[in-house]
């Protein structure tokens, strides 16, 4: 636990504001959203539905109050990690023995491997690959 500010933080990651002797709860819209965004990352996680229709479902299921609703991100403004590559070098045959491997992993599960978005730190021979591809 840290206490930092009037506000106390917590190992699982919840955080009350201090205010004099009393301890408040965080604000039920932030409550609601970190909920709503753990449910949709738990299934990214686990499931091969595309991520914009888990959105959705979870969307109609969520019971949020209207103050919630207008803070929610949009499908489009949250992003969620596929794929993490830990390779030992940083050149263009590398990145494209990754992209063929992630291919045949699609394949294998009846999918394409056709990403519309890759996040990477700036390294050349990978901008070289993907746009060989």
Known sequence: MLILNNYIYKLNKSTTK??????????????????????????????????????????????????????????????????????????KPMYKSLFRELKAIAVSMSMDFNPTTIMSDFEPALAEAINSE
Request: glycine share 2%; aromatic share 6%; with cysteine.
């Open 18 to 91: 201090v205010n004099g002797d009393h301890v408040h709860p965080q604000e039920p819209e932030k409550v609601e959203i970190r909920t709503f965004k753990q449910i949709l990352k738990e299934r990214a996680i686990n499931e091969v539905t595309p991520i914009p229709k888990i959105y959705d479902e979870e969307s109609a299921k969520a019971n949020l109050t209207t103050s919630s609703i207008a803070v929610l991100p949009s499908e489009r403004e949250m992003t969620f990690p596929c794929v993490f590559g830990l390779l030992p070098e940083k050149k």
